[in-house]
């Protein structure tokens, strides 16, 4: 691989982190911070692509993959309209959000719900009926299924409990030597006990991706599909 796929979990984890700002702001009744947080989450959910496609584009059978993901994007209306908007944002500076409308909430809070400008003008063709946050939700959650697909194809080569496994070791051609120097460690460093609990000690030894909390959040499910309850 070309650059750590953390480079893509990062990304994830800034984009969720601009969405859960944005839907703070529902409590409050002003437009400029939203407007901000619209902003950085359009750049941040935007730069998870760039991140995925710098981190494994090297991979055999990742450009084909991909590229059947983008024919999907570009036939998604919604995908379509946060692209466009995030341009508009980036390159001229359009703010997105036209105004908001009040409601009481389920327990009884007044919050606020953003609506899409209409009036000024955009390339857009389609502007979501849901309010801002509901739709900035439904994309993130879009981008997200992306990225939990190629954790179940890619698994192997972009996760460390995956990849120090004796199958790898043996389907790569890879030495255990070359296991501990990839995971950092000095050569030699688990030779005291059997192979198969070498590369145990290795595997255990390596933090988890940073993004299994965000699956878990958003879909209800870690990188591997397990359901939590």
């Not at 969405?19 to 959910?45: M, T, V």
């Not at 710098?54 to 991909?66: H, K, N, R």
């Not at 198969?196 to 000690?201: A, D, I, K, P, S």
């Not at 255990?204 to 879909?219: A, K």
Request: glycine content about 6%; some cysteine; proline content about 3%.
């Amino acid at each position: 691989m070309g650059r750590s796929f953390g480079i893509v979990e990062n990304k994830v984890n800034e984009t969720a982190f601009f969405l859960e700002k944005l839907r703070e702001e529902e409590n409050y009744h002003h437009l400029d911070e939203p407007q901000f947080y619209l902003s950085a989450f359009l750049s941040a959910c935007r730069s998870v692509t760039f991140a995925l496609q710098a981190s494994i584009s090297d991979l055999d059978g990742f450009s084909e993959w991909y590229e059947n993901k983008q024919t999907e994007l570009a036939k998604d209306k919604l995908a379509r309209f946060f692209l466009v908007t995030r341009n508009e944002s980036q390159k001229v500076g359009f703010y997105v959000i036209g105004g908001a409308s009040s409601y009481t909430d389920e327990k009884g809070n007044d919050k606020m719900k953003f609506n899409f400008q209409r009036l000024a003008p955009t390339s857009n063709e389609y502007i979501p009926d849901e309010d801002v946050v509901t739709a900035c939700d439904i994309h993130f959650k879009n981008i997200l299924n992306l990225i939990y697909e190629v954790f179940q194809k890619f698994g192997k080569h972009i996760d460390s409990k995956q990849f120090f496994t004796m199958k790898n070791l043996k389907e790569s051609g890879l030495t255990i030597e070359d296991f501990e120097r990839q995971a950092g460690m000095p050569e030699g460093w688990t030779k005291a006990v059997p192979l198969e609990h070498r590369v145990r000690l290795i595997r255990e030894s390596q933090p988890p991706p940073n993004i299994d909390r965000i699956f878990i959040h958003y879909l209800g499910k870690n990188r591997f599909g397990e359901i939590e309850e």
